[in-house]
Structures are given as C-alpha cells and as structure tokens.
C-alpha cells in the first residue's frame, strides 16, 4: 500500500510503530504533488523546506517517545490561513505579496501537535465562491471524473476546493478548510471526503484572513469522520485572542466516533428539497434514514420552516461583513498597490486591480446594504431573519438530536458552468447555509455515487457545542453507507 | 428596489473601487439580480422580532487593558508597499 492511501488514523499508528518515518511519508506526499499539483493546481505554495524539517523534527519527537498527537501527520493548509514566513494569498492578487510575520492560532496548534505543513491551497477569492473559479491563482479541477467524460474537468466545490481536491487526490492525509456558508461541507461532498465545520466560536478566528466574522468558522477535512475527529481535537479550544472563541474544554472527539447511536432521535427536515434536486440525491437520503434506523437510531420528520430564506439573509450579512473586512487592503500597509500621485485614486486604483468581480460584487452589495436609509430595509431585516432561522433549529432540538439533509443540491459541474448568473451559484449552498446562520456544528460525510460516477454527500447538523454527537452519527452513516470509491486521478495512478 | 447607474457609481466610490464605465451596465445588471433574488425577505412578517447579530449567545469575556505585545515596528512594517522610516508612506495629502 503507498504511503498517501493511508488514513490519517492509521498512518499515526505506523508511525508510532516505526514502520515508516515521517520524512518518508511526506517525501511520498511531495512526490504526489509534484506528479499531479501542475494539473490539479490544488496547492498555490508548495513548502517543501518547511514540510521536510517538520517532518525531521516528528522523526526526532517519535524517537525520543514525546511526540505530539499529530507528529509527522502531512496537511494542506487552507491559503486563508496566515502562516508565519509564507506566503497567504486568500487566493486575492492583492494579498499576492503578503507574508504574515504571525502564525494563526488553529496553525499554530497543529504545528504545536508535531503537523507536517506540504502548502497552501488554493481557495475561491477571500473564501468567496462555491466552485474554486473565483481564486486569482487559477481554478483547482475535481480529482473526480463523470463516467465516459474523461475531458470534462469538474470544479472541486468552494471556497475550500483546494483543501478538499488535495484530500481526496491523496495530496495530503488531511487539510484545513474555512466555512462561513457551506466552504468545507460543499466541496468535502463534491470530492467524495468528508468534513466538518464545528460550532460557531470552537476554533478561534484569530490569523484567519476575515471574511464574514460572524460565519466565519474553521474546520477539518480528511478521508474518514475519525481523521477529522484527530484533526479537530488540536484545531479546537479557547484563544483569548479571538473574543468569540468559546471557552469550553475540548472533547475527545475520536472517542466520540465509537459512540452507539442506539435510541437517538434523528430529524429529517422536510423543506431541504431543491426545485430541480436530481431524485439520486433524494434516494439517497432516504437510504441516509434507513442506515440510520438499521443502528438503532429513531427517525422523525421535524420542519425548519424558514430554510428557504437562508440564503437570502446570508447574502445579505456576509457580504456586510465583508464590504466593512476587506476595507483594510487599501494599499497602504501590506498586499499590493497601484501607485498614484493622489490617495484617493490609489485607494480605488489598487481595489480596483486587487479584486476580482466576483469580491467586488459582495463588497459593493454590503456597502450598498449597510448604507444611509437601506440599513433597515435589508441588514437589520436580515438579523431578524437570521433570529428566526434559529429559532426554527432550536425548536428542532427540542425533539431530535441531529439532523439529516443532502449536503449539496446537485454533484460536482463543469468548470465555467454557473458563471453567468451570480444567483445560480449561490443556490449551491442552499443546504448548508441555515446553519452556518445558526452557528450549528455540521459534517458532510460521502455517502454514494450517482449515475455519472461522482459522489454525493449527506450532511449532519448538530446542537451547538455537541460535534461529538455529530460525530457518532456521522461515523454510523460511514461505516453503513461504506464508501470505498476512489477519484480517477490520485498519487500513483 | 432598482439601483441606477448612479447608484452604482456612489457605492463604489463608498467602496473606494474604481469602476469603469464600460463595466457598469453588466454590474448594474447583476447587482439588480442578487437585490431582486434577496426581496424575497420581504414577504416575512418580522415586526416583533429581535435581530440576531452573531450566533453565539455567550457575553463576550473581559480581560485587562493592558499591552499584549510590543516593539514589533520591523515586523508591522515588513509588508509594506512603501515606507520612509518608521512610517507608512502614501503620496502627498496636504499641500
């Protein structure tokens, strides 16, 4: 078996034993992604030094018998993400030249846990987008080919498209990804992986590049629900640096995944069915329901009645947020700048060249939505809404434990597809923002195939602070649905 | 609601993007599409509704005001486009 085929999960425990070192295990990851990262273009920065010194430093942890929980275990790292001495983009031509002399606090504790960083990857534009077309570094193409369709490259899912393609093509054991609307869930679902974005505060925020800070959230992605499960336990816990960051202990979340789901309460919400949702995807829902009935767990349907005006109040918050975020490149401090004898046309010179259509679009609809005599006819209407799209879920939660839905309307489109019209391709997020609005933990595990050969994912919804529920149900649903399938284009083949 | 071209011109110039004239019909047009496609709110009733700014209901955690770090102007200033000394550097503002 190669080296980039293990679980993270297992990979741990061979190195634990020796088997392999962890110079060994990132030199065959390396190897992987100087075969295949110039096509799939997953990885804006390769950090080959960095990886191999972590990795020495692993080999000396694992032989010295202190090694951290993650010692020697490769991971892409989302480019959102700053990272001390290299280079973070947020896939933005005007953070091209940006190198953040600070760590992120969820990086840092990786690093802290013995992780080999391989890269950066690639993401939408400032973690805007569903598709991966709106990064200035170029698109990442899906590891994932229809059946008969070898020519068609499919997008891997956004934001997170770089981090997912990298998992899923065996580029990485595992990676982070950010989630302010569905940017791990969606793309995790595309790619045939799985992950999770935890509660709203459980990762801090603090050295994430912002984007809407009250959605914003970080996450993991890898093969299996229990790699993520590794992978959360060192991301999570309280940073007194991020004022949002929830001071709570952190779980064993691997302990979780053992849990029986004997005699838990699964809800299944009747309004997450898309107008022009394929009947594959709502087939294998209903399977979802039957696996989780088969383990023991009970099933109810529960209504969430204002699901259908998620997106719309997200469209409206994020891109709030993120017109007030992003007023910070003007130029002057760090990232790019358009040289002007006057400061105002450098300002509106350097956005100008500095953003892509897709930034300035949310940017110029939050500035026109936080503006004089709109506030209350959109932002304010929008908080209310969001109030609204809470409660639904909290009274939810009063009957059930966790909720089962499709992750995504529809499997991975071509590239280009959806470009056209804006609204076209927020309807990708249809099914994970409400609880991106919510603050609620969920996971996308891959759970079948439809008729073209690509996967589909379902996703888990769970209370706040209770991901370890998330993760029992989500480890039944795995080991039921026994998703075994691999991309057509992987380390190796 | 229906924002015209001078509309658009205003929330760039708030925005400070450079916008050029060829590129304003398109964006006009999809901002439209996205403002249109977001009306839909409108038809909830919401008069008696509380507005959820964040989703965690904690009270947010006092610490002391105190200096956290420090003496780091090298670093501050390392990704800087341009700088004369210690200082920022942007193109002249007063004359």
Not at chain 1, 64 to 69: E, F, K, L, S, T
Not at chain 1, 208 to 214: D, L
Request: glycine share 8%; proline share 6%.
């Amino acid at each position: 078996m190669r080296l980039t085929e293990l679980s993270l999960a297992e990979a741990r425990k061979r190195l634990h034993r020796r088997e392999f070192s962890a110079a060994e295990l990132t030199e065959a990851h390396l190897e992987a992604i100087a075969a295949l990262n110039p096509r799939l273009n997953a990885y804006i920065t390769v950090t080959e030094e960095l990886a191999k010194a972590q990795a020495a430093a692993a080999d000396r942890a694992l032989a010295r018998g202190d090694a951290g929980p993650l010692a020697g275990i490769p991971l892409a790292i989302k480019d959102l993400f700053c990272t001390e001495g290299i280079r973070t983009t947020a896939g933005s031509r005007i953070l091209a030249p940006f190198v953040p002399p600070y760590e992120s606090t969820v990086t840092a504790q990786l690093k802290r846990d013995g992780a080999v960083f391989l890269g950066k990857a690639n993401l939408d534009e400032f973690a805007m987008g569903s598709s991966n077309m709106t990064s200035a570094f170029g698109p990442v193409e899906n590891p994932w080919k229809r059946k008969g369709d070898e020519a068609a490259r499919l997008v891997p899912g956004g934001s997170s498209g770089g981090s997912a393609a990298a998992v899923a093509a065996q580029l990485a054991l595992g990676a982070t990804g950010t989630d302010t609307g569905g940017s791990i869930r969606q793309p995790a679902a595309f790619c045939g992986i799985a992950g999770i974005k935890p509660t709203y505060g459980r990762c801090s925020r603090w050295g994430i590049v912002a984007f809407a800070s009250s959605l914003d959230q970080a996450g993991p992605f890898a093969r299996t629900v229990e790699d993520c499960a590794i992978l959360l336990r060192s991301m999570a816990g309280h940073d007194p640096k991020d004022s949002t960051s929830a001071d709570r202990p952190v779980p064993d979340y691997e302990a979780a995944c053992r849990r029986s789901i004997k005699g838990l309460k699964i809800g299944i919400p009747r309004e997450y069915r898309a107008p022009g949702m394929p009947a594959e995807i709502e087939q294998l829902w209903q399977r979802g329901i039957a696996w989780l009935k088969d383990a023991g767990a009970d099933a109810q349907e529960v209504s969430l009645p204002h699901t259908k005006y998620g997106l719309a109040t997200y469209y409206i918050v994020a891109p709030a947020e993120a017109s007030s975020n992003l007023a910070r490149y003007d130029g002057v401090r760090f990232g790019m700048r358009v040289e002007s004898d006057d400061l105002l046309e450098l300002y509106e010179r350097t956005r100008a060249q500095g953003f892509g259509p897709e930034v300035k679009r949310r940017i110029l609809i939050g500035t026109y939505v936080l503006s004089a005599g709109y506030y209350e006819a959109y932002y304010l209407r929008a908080q209310k809404v969001r109030a609204l799209i809470l409660r639904d879920f909290t009274e939810a939660f009063s009957r059930v434990d966790v909720l089962l839905t499709p992750t995504a309307p529809s499997a991975a489109f071509e590239q280009g597809a959806k470009m056209d019209d804006p609204v076209q391709m927020y309807l990708n997020d249809i099914f994970t923002v409400p609880a991106s609005m919510a603050g609620l933990p969920a996971i996308s595990v891959p759970a079948g195939l439809d008729a073209q050969g690509l996967p589909l994912g379902l996703q888990l919804i769970g209370r706040p602070f209770d991901e370890e529920t998330v993760f029992a149900v989500a480890s039944a649903l795995e080991r039921a649905a026994g998703f075994t399938h691999l991309p057509q284009i992987r380390a190796g083949v | 609601m229906s924002l015209d071209s001078a509309t658009v011109r205003r929330i760039a110039h708030l925005a400070r993007i450079h916008l050029e004239e060829a590129d304003l019909p398109r964006l006009q047009a999809e901002l439209n599409g996205i403002l249109g496609w977001i009306e839909q709110l409108n038809e909830l009733d919401v008069t008696h509704v509380e507005p959820l700014t964040g989703p965690t209901q904690m009270a947010l955690k006092m610490r002391e005001d105190v200096v956290t770090d420090g003496n780091i102007r090298e670093q501050i200033l390392a990704n800087a486009p341009d700088r004369a000394g210690d200082y920022f550097a942007v193109p002249k503002v007063v004359e």
